[in-house]
């Protein structure tokens, strides 16, 4: 089977391996294609840090973090306290030591002209991921979010200052607490998807919305100029997988995001943000906890085949269930 996915970081990751683990046991000889977000992509003491395609790849690769889901394992941040010790900004991000050797050969690489696709691709000849991990886009679509001022400048008329910041600095520095106007997408309108991302869609036997975050991770997938057009089209099958559970985020602050984009917090209410491809919108099914079961009439109701079934990856088995019920999702829905 040739599978794709629409996955942001930490918890897309987490549900591939389980993906991973049910094709090799039901399915062997698949092929999962990862289209992955690249707008959480920052410029980092001149470094090019691709938060979410390093997650799945050093994920996938085994070189992840467990305790932090980002990052390096056995990392060390000297570089970081040295920076800091010199008074450069910015100090709120996490740069380990081993991760800046990842930054190092991608921003020299996008300096000689590789794409960020080549690089990927080189990067992950090394971690050997076991998917085909394409950035949803070569060109810059950085998120930024409009806030009120950090500092509590205000207007003339005594209305805070707006200001935008970009993701990171929201999500890491002020932890997703500071309110949120607005996400930007800069550069998304001149964004083309990346080479192989639009066939990779369009001719998977399956195309999977993981329980990443439906606003910043899929949702700026489904952004890029073509992309969700593409998911809308396609042969295959489209199942997603709700990130919100008993009307919280599993992980991660969706719920800040989603309030910014006024999709309240619940897994209804995302499945109808992402919306019924009978109209308009890009699922066929829609997989949710067993705790939000009373939810599955509604979203029915929406023309999207609804499962409620243990969606917490709690371990790789767990995932590779939850795996495989997509998996199932999908049969009966190409059946149909
Ligand atoms: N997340 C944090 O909460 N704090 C950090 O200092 C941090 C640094 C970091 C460095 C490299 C990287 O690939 C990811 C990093 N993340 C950090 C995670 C990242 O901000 C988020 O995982 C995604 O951007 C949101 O999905």
């Known amino acids: 089977m040739q599978i794709t996915v629409l996955a942001g970081g930490i918890g897309g990751s987490r549900f591939i391996r389980g993906l991973q683990r049910a094709l090799e046991q039901d399915h062997p000889g698949s092929q999962i294609t990862v ?44 570089v970081k306290d040295e920076l800091a010790a010199y ?22 690489s996008l300096r000689a002209g590789y794409t960020l696709t080549d ?19 070569d060109d810059r679509a950085e998120t930024h979010v409009v806030v009120d001022d950090p500092s509590g400048a205000t207007a003339p008329d005594g209305a805070p200052l707006r200001t935008a910041i970009h993701f990171q600095e929201w999500w890491i520095r002020y932890r997703a607490e500071l309110p949120a106007h607005e996400f930007i997408l800069v ?8 080479p192989d991302v639009l066939s990779t869609i369009s001719e998977a036997d399956l195309v999977i919305l993981p329980p990443s975050n439906p606003v910043v991770s899929v949702g700026t997938i489904l952004q890029v100029p073509g992309i969700a057009e ?13 990130p919100i559970v008993g009307g919280a ?26 919306g019924a491809r009978s ?6 099914a829609w997989l949710m906890d067993t705790r939000d079961a009373e939810q599955v009439p ?4 929406l023309g999207i085949t609804t499962r409620a079934v243990p969606t917490m990856m709690t371990d790789i088995d767990a995932t590779a269930a939850l795996a495989r019920e997509c998996l199932s999702a999908g049969a009966v829905l190409a059946r149909a």
């Open 35 to 78: 289209i992955g977000n690249t707008g959480d992509d920052i410029w980092i003491h001149g470094l090019r840090v691709c938060p979410d395609l390093d997650t799945v790849m050093y994920t996938l690769g085994g070189g992840i973090s467990a305790e932090r889901g980002w990052g390096r394992e056995d990392e060390t941040f000297t």
């Open 279 to 284: 109209a308009e919108g890009v699922l066929d």
């Open 249 to 274: 985020p599993v992980r991660g602050m969706a719920d800040a995001c989603l309030r910014t984009i006024g999709v309240e917090t619940t897994a209804a209410a995302v499945a109808a943000h992402y």
């Open 298 to 301: 509604a979203v029915e109701a």
């Open 187 to 194: 550069g998304i309108d001149e964004a083309r998807p990346g």
């Open 119 to 137: 690089v990927t691709a080189a990067l992950c000849e090394r971690w050997q991921p076991g998917v085909r991990l394409l950035p949803m886009s």
């Open 230 to 242: 593409a998911v809308r089209t396609t042969s295959a099958p489209v199942v997603g997988v709700s």
């Open 87 to 108: 008074g450069v900004e910015p100090s709120w991000f996490g740069l380990g030591d081993r991760d800046i050797a990842t930054h190092l050969i991608r921003t020299q």
